[in-house]
Structures are given as C-alpha cells and as structure tokens.
C-alpha cells in the first residue's frame, strides 16, 4: 500500500506485554510486523510496565496503567490497534472499541478477544467448541524469526548423525517450572556419548550454580547465558529439549527431532507440538520420570528412520511463512475499518465479511 502524495499516513499502535510465559517471541513477531509496514504506515509502541522495550528507530509512548493506555489511545487515535498481551478481558477491549476503529489481537484465550476484530491464534488448543469467526486458528500464522531463513528445513540437508550427537536444552526466557534443571539432572544419567548445550533464559530467575556444577561433572556439556545467537545453537542440534509453547515451531522451521516439556496444564492443552507433527510430547515437565525423558532422547539419536521420520513430518508442514497474510490482514483492516469512531479518520464501518 503506497500512499498517494498528500495523503495522511494510517497509524497502528503496537501493544505488547510479557505473559502467560511467552517468552521474547511476541515481541520478535511484532518487530517484523512493524519493519515489514513501516515504509507506509506511522507505528506507535504503547509500552506499560511489563512491556519490552521498542524496537530502536520506532515512537514509544509509556503506558504505565490502564487509564494512561487508554488517554494514550484517545490522544494518539490510531487507526489500528495491534495486541499481545495475554489474555484479555471482554470490558477492557470493549472499551477500546470506542476509540480505535480495527483491533488485532495475538494469542488471546480471555474473553475480551471476543470483542477484538480478528485474532490470530497461532497457540491454540483442542477444543470441541467451534471458535468465533474472526478468530485464524492455527499454525500458519506463525511468523519465523529473520534469522532463521538461513536454516530452514537444515534437517532435510543433515545426512547422517556424527559420533557425538548434540542435545540443546532450552526452556524460553523465564522457565517458570525451572525444568532446565530437572532435564539436566536426568541427563545426567544417560550412558551414550552426547554432546550437550544448556540455553539460560534473558530472565531466568532460578540459581544456576547447580546447573553449571552439573556441566562440569558431565564431558561435552556446557552452559550459555545471553547473549547467544539462538537459531546458530538450534541449527546446530540434533535433537532439541524445549516447552511446549513458541519454540516448537521454530524447531519445525528447521527440521530437528524434539522431545517437549510442558510448563503448565496450560501448555499441556496446546495442540500443536504433538507426534503427527514430527514431535515427543511428554506432557507436564516435572511429572515426566526420567526413564521416559532419557528413552525419549535416545529413540530418534539410535533409530534413524524414527529421526527421519520427525524431521519429515516436521519440515512437511511447511511453517514461518506467516508475515505475508498477518500484514495483508492489517493493510485490509486497515483500508476498511469496523467502525468509526470518535476523532477517526476512517472509512464508515464495513458490513463485509473478513476473509482473513
């Protein structure tokens, strides 16, 4: 969309917040949003007291509370409100609606996602109950990380294991049920030769001195805190030990045997990383036995068809190509917005229905 000379820019406003143990990925996927619309469109970060910083280069307004957000949003009158921010609820966002014509909302299991105008679900859980029109079930909405174009599918161009198969542990930016550790002790017990690469998490609140005592008792182990180039280590495995929620879809992106963990009933109940998508669901982290976690390891690292078979299934959903229709779905939002409201400049609200 290229606006024509002397034509007022729209503005999507851009609220993100950390929850529900979500990691850094929501606010990866609203960076490449917000780069990817830039050149034609003015964005605004509202950043409250669990946002992350904005990406540099991008108008930040602080949010610290409810009533700032909203004085934000009459102040700034977006024509588009873009959210990740965990579960909402029905009178927040019903609120909102008074002041922001199109509302996106990302992974939103509360009510007020109900009140929203589309909602991408790219977490989702199985379910009977048949989900609201305007809500895009499913995981071709993810969007992968820039980084990892360079290992897409690298699963597919690894021939055959080395002598020292590589096991990555990583269990996000906080690990909540402190499952680096309860892996690492099990791991500890494994009799074949592994190489083992443990990822600590930005905000990883447990002690990691045991951890890395662990490391030192174990040959060919080791410990990384951040900084570290995750999708270089991820690419560079040959089986993957993560939770249960954004992560499983990157390691699909590129192909590698993974067993998962789950943090949380929550995590339990998500539908994605399980067998028929090339995945080892184990369910709940710190109910797993350790027999059932070390057999889970060594299942696909001493059975190549079972490695090829994850790496087949994986690689044959064919994900992270998900940015092309987030933005298209905004660009339309956009040019036809649900309604109008106080100060905006939009057109009179659509009877069409939404495609996306």
Known sequence: MIPIEGQQKKTVAIHISRSDGKGTYPARRAAMIANTLADDIDIVYLCGVDSPPAPEGFKTVLTPNNTTFLQALMSIKPDLLLRDTGSTIHEEVEKITELVPSIIHFDDFGDGGKCADLVFQTLYVESNDIAPDHYVLGRDSFIADEKMASVKHIGLRKAQLGPLPHLVISFGEQDEGNLTYRALRHIMQLQIPLKVTVLIGENYSHDTSTIRM???????????????????????????????????????????????????????????????????????????????????????????????????????????????????????????????????????????????
Request: charge should be positive; aromatic fraction near 8%; proline fraction near 6%.
């Open 214 to 356: 662990m490391a030192l008792e174990r040959r060919n182990t080791k410990v990384l805190v951040p900084p570290y180039n995750y999708a270089e280590i991820y690419a560079a495995a040959d089986i993957v030990l993560c939770a249960s929620g954004y992560m499983p879809y990157e390691v699909a992106v590129m192909g590698i045997p993974c067993v998962v963990l789950a943090q949380n009933d929550f995590e339990v109940g998500l539908a994605f990383p399980k067998e028929q998508h090339g995945f080892i669901h184990l369910g709940l982290g710190r109910k797993v036995k350790q027999s059932s976690l070390l057999n889970a390891i060594m299942e696909p690292l001493l059975h190549e068809p079972l490695r090829k078979k994850a790496i087949a299934r994986q690689t044959a959903l064919g994900l992270g190509d998900g940015k092309d229709a987030v933005c298209e779905a905004i660009r339309y939002y956009l040019d036809y917005p649900k309604r109008t409201t106080s100060g905006s400049t939009g057109k009179e609200k659509t009877t069409i229905k939404s495609v996306y």
